[in-house]
């Protein structure tokens, strides 16, 4: 008898210990998952204690009323690629419920040059996991991206972000991968020019304060950005430094870390959108104009992508770059000259894809050239241990998470239509993941050497060239519009769109008619130093 007491004795304290280790897993797994969101500069992650990828109509109820918010804005991007806003006054429960639940009813003739007055009605319905706190409201004021829906309730076929969101749905449908990527945004601050620490012409590549004037600009832009829910990378000054008699240009940068690719482009339209703002907060001129001008360094918007299956990143394997890239990579070239339709929208942009500078112009990818127009940057591939090898009194670090390996785009810049550029992007990986000789194409266009050296020279004319002026990208989507229409990612209405728009232009042979015309070149400059 004792000893069965005693068997049952074990047996119940080793169910207790079982119970105390199980809820000493949970604690630590909230413990974890506290100190998570308390690292997130998001305000409403921090406070309802989830990623916003899990916000509902609830959650966001919930935030308004426990942080004395008082308005709600609408915000969304229209046909010229800029943040629109529908200012809300919440006064009270029922009242909100209603906007988060129905929406609102915009003027869309208003909005897209193709919507037609007679019929013209649209829907902005609000994308819960967008919601951000805005940082310039004098009153308390949360705002939501939104999507356009028509008058049936289905979303509008040519919306740039329904576009978008198509396609990387047909992408995954078709490859099981998920698209990420992130954009580098390069812009200008144009200011009052700095006596004590003058800038030295192009050369800023990372200069600190004090030489770097406006420093404290960016750094500020990217705080807010974080707030907002943008996943930053880092942010630094750029080279492009230069002065006049009477004013200071400073280029700065700040990149974004891959996330997936509707959430790539929400981040860099809420960037801009900051940046423009701290402009006019410090009287100061920011723009993200691809040339300010002749001779100086060009503002590009390089794009990196990978893609990525069951947690891994599939751009590489066995410590090189995977078959699946390469496949990716010819996809780009393919349609590279059809790109540049959504990428480099005005006039200036073929003023910055010019040879001998860091802009691409030639149909070609290489390992870290800066020259190619698709980049295979550093992706520590190596089996060296590196912070090990810096930090000897820590022996026993090593990375072990996701691969970090990227394809990089370089032509595309800051006048990009960022929706359709992205989308264009996602159609273009589709399509060169499924050409028959996708690897072969991939291996003929690869370059290892400097394209530009003379003894080179018969490399170089062998590879096709972007296009030179709006006109000729128009005449190359008009020629390649059926991949950007199939499965009806592109309505044919959009392509039709952007082709009138660049033929508008009529720039054919512009930047031989302005060569050393340095008045008209500035002129033109200020035309579109705001487009997009």
């Known amino acids: 008898m004792l000893r069965q007491r005693s068997g049952r004795l074990r047996s119940r304290l080793r169910r207790l210990v079982s119970r105390q280790k199980t809820r000493d897993r949970r604690q630590k797994t909230r413990d974890m998952e506290d100190n998570i969101f308390k690292f997130r500069a998001n305000p409403l992650e921090q406070f309802l204690q989830k990623s916003s990828k899990e916000f509902t109509r609830d959650d966001i109820v919930r935030f308004v009323a426990g942080n004395g918010i008082k308005m709600l804005n609408f915000r969304y991007v229209a046909e010229d690629g800029k943040l629109k806003i529908l200012n809300f006054s919440i006064h009270s429960l029922e009242y ?5 639940s129905t929406g609102e009813r915009v003027d869309g003739s208003s909005l897209f040059s193709y919507i037609e007055a007679s019929s013209s009605d649209l829907y902005v319905i609000p994308r819960f996991s967008t919601a951000y706190v805005n940082p310039f409201s004098i009153v308390p004021t949360l705002d939501i991206l939104c999507s356009f829906y028509t008058s049936e309730g289905l979303p509008l076929a040519t919306a740039p972000e329904y576009i978008l969101r198509k396609a990387h749905r047909l992408f995954k449908e078709r490859t099981g991968f998920t698209f990420k990527a992130m954009g580098e945004l390069e812009y200008y601050v144009q200011g009052k020019k700095e006596e004590l620490y003058p800038a030295e012409d192009q050369k800023g590549y990372h200069s600190a304060s004090p030489f770097s004037n406006y420093e404290f600009i960016r750094l500020e832009a990217m705080d807010l950005i974080a707030r907002c829910g943008g996943r930053i990378k880092y942010g630094h000054s750029e080279v492009g430094n230069f002065n006049t008699d009477a004013e200071s240009f400073e280029q700065h940068e700040i990149e974004f870390l891959p996330v997936e690719v509707e959430d790539a482009v929400d981040q860099l339209v809420l960037a801009k959108w900051i940046l423009r703002q701290l402009g006019e907060k410090y009287a100061v001129n920011i723009s993200f104009a691809p040339k300010i001008t002749v001779g100086k360094a060009g503002s590009g918007l390089h794009v990196h992508m990978y893609l990525e299956k069951d947690g891994r990143n599939m751009m590489v394997e066995e410590n090189r770059l995977s078959d699946t890239a390469k496949r990716m990579i010819a996809g780009l070239m393919d349609l590279a000259g059809a790109l540049t339709a959504f990428g480099n929208t005005i ?3 073929y003023l910055r894809l010019v040879p001998h500078q860091e802009a691409p112009t030639n149909i070609c990818w290489g390992d870290r050239n800066r020259s190619v127009l698709v980049r295979v940057p550093l992706g520590w591939l190596g ?6 090898d810096a ?5 026993n670090l090593l990375y072990q998470g996701v691969s970090k390996q990227t394809i990089e785009i370089r032509s595309p810049d800051g006048s990009a239509d960022l929706y359709h550029l992205f989308a264009g992007l996602v159609v273009a990986s589709l399509h060169g993941l499924e050409m028959a000789d996708g690897l072969l194409r991939a291996e003929n266009l690869y370059v290892d050497v ?6 080179n020279k018969h490399r170089l004319d062998m590879l096709e060239k972007l ?3 709006c006109y000729g990208s128009a005449s190359l989507l008009q020629r390649r519009r059926d991949v950007f229409e199939k499965d009806s990612v592109f309505p044919a209405r959009t392509i039709d769109s952007f082709i009138s728009k660049l033929r508008s232009y009529g720039d054919q042979g512009l930047s031989e008619r302005l060569y050393g015309k340095t008045d008209e ?3 033109l400059v200020y035309k579109y130093l705001h487009h997009m």
Request: aromatic residues 4%; charged residues 25%; hydrophobic residues 30%.
């Open 96 to 100: 909100l419920e209603a906007i988060l």
């Open 347 to 349: 006039p200036t942009s």
């Open 383 to 388: 089996d060296k241990n590196m912070v090990s």
């Open 391 to 395: 930090n000897p009194q820590d022996s």
């Open 450 to 455: 400097n394209i530009f050296r003379s003894e």
């Open 467 to 469: 296009p030179d002026c």
């Open 521 to 523: 070149i500035r002129t």
